[in-house]
């Protein structure tokens, strides 16, 4: 359905709640049928008259705020371009069939901005909720008593509503930037040389936040090598996503340089030691020769990659295993081991989203990885990697992030 087909001015007039649309001056424009019948009032009354002569404070009560505060909250519209959640008010209005009669109303106002080409505000979207017959549906014999508890209870709620709301988008807000960070700053999927290389970032699902997971694949200097790295930051948002980026580089760079993973490990750890925000960040690097069918790994307190060998076996490269980044005062050499493969076999290195599970012992989540990679080791490195987390990520989503990259040999 296009917009041309469409009778906004009914739609309007038809809402079901009650909307009442204001100039910057704060003249009424116009107002839906529910907003009229709920006041008493007529189109007539309202369209170019100004609010608060239509519906001025009780002059008969001299703590009467309803006014005041109403003004206080367009007025903040109108400043900042932002909608604006008003606490529950009781603004008393006149009866429109007898002049000096006040009636108590209470009210839940929310107001928002309409802003033009210009990105000005050129009209406030003024919804009241009346809640007048909730506060004094429980009246009974201590009703002034009641209706002030009811109203405070209704206040309270309405205002963590909108802070839980303003947090949610807050948040949401952080976290589309920490994506776009962490995905400029994590290598592109891509074919090194005649080598297929499959790589997966999966953030956490249900988490406001994106966390420090981290891949990395380098061409290494001498030789037909390759380098192949996987990482954890320990945090969460843009400090995490931060840390990720210069940890990822800085190994990127020792890799090129370095004789061995363990030196390459060495450097990373001393650079660790520096890195506000990067304690406890685990690595796993892989050097991988294909001359010699070697590969040598070292971890810094990193889940083994798994080797697939050509004859289906699966090999868990854990014979190298240190603490964590930074993890020592005084840095002293990591330890390294090789192991063997032959053509068509394929390593695969991962975070701990993709095995740990809450209250299980991670050895079950190794077991539940092995198993399929043994299921789909025919696959190639794509459909492989789509299968692994397709069986290993809980169907609604891990919580924590997964990072993946599968090299087939």
């Known amino acids: 359905m296009t917009d041309a087909r469409i009778d906004y001015a009914a739609m309007f007039r038809a809402l079901p709640g009650m909307v009442a649309l204001l100039t910057p001056q704060l003249v009424y424009a116009d107002a839906n049928d529910e907003f009229l019948h709920m006041t008493g009032r007529t189109r007539e009354q309202l369209v170019g008259r100004y609010l608060f002569d239509v519906f001025p404070d009780n002059p008969n009560d001299s703590t009467a705020t309803g006014m005041r505060n109403l003004e206080a909250s367009l007025r903040r519209v109108l400043t900042t371009g932002e909608r604006d959640a008003m606490a529950l008010q009781r603004y008393d209005v006149e009866s429109p069939d007898r002049s000096g009669e006040w009636e108590e109303r209470y009210w839940s106002p929310i107001n928002a901005p309409v802003h033009g080409p210009d990105g000005k505000v050129v009209l406030l979207v003024h919804r009241v909720e009346e809640v007048t017959e909730l506060i004094r549906a429980r009246g009974g014999p201590s009703g002034n008593r009641a209706r002030v508890l009811e109203a405070e209870l209704y206040t309270r709620a309405r205002e963590l509503q909108e802070v839980n709301e303003r947090l949610r988008q807050a948040h949401a807000r952080e976290r589309e930037v920490a994506l776009a960070l962490q995905k400029a700053m994590l290598p592109a999927p891509r074919q090194t040389g005649h080598r297929g290389t499959a790589v997966r970032y999966r953030p956490a699902v249900g988490a406001l936040n994106v966390c420090g997971d981290w891949y990395d694949l380098v061409e290494l200097v001498g030789g037909n090598r390759i380098g192949v790295a ?180």
Do not use: C, K, N, W
């Open 230 to 409: 996987v990482g954890d930051v320990v945090g969460h948002g843009l400090e995490a996503a931060g840390v990720m980026g210069q940890l990822r580089s800085a190994l990127t760079a020792a890799s090129r340089v370095a004789e061995s993973p363990a030196q390459a490990l060495d450097v990373l750890g001393r650079y660790a030691h520096v890195v506000d925000g990067a304690e406890s960040a685990t690595a796993v690097t892989t050097f991988i020769d294909f001359d010699h069918h070697t590969i040598t790994y070292s971890s810094a307190g990193h889940p083994p990659p798994a080797l697939v060998h050509a004859d289906g076996r699966v090999e868990f490269l854990d014979q190298a295993t240190d603490p964590p980044l930074d993890a020592r005062p005084d840095p002293v050499p990591r330890p390294q081991a090789t192991t063997t493969f032959s053509d068509g076999a394929t390593v695969v290195l991962y975070t701990d989203g993709l095995i740990e599970r809450r209250g299980e012992d991670i050895d079950t989540g190794l077991d539940r990885l092995a198993a399929a990679l043994l299921r789909h080791r025919e696959a190639d490195p794509e459909s492989l990697a789509d299968a692994v987390l397709l069986e290993l990520l809980p169907p609604g989503g891990a919580t924590d992030d997964t990072a993946l990259i599968i090299v087939r040999l």
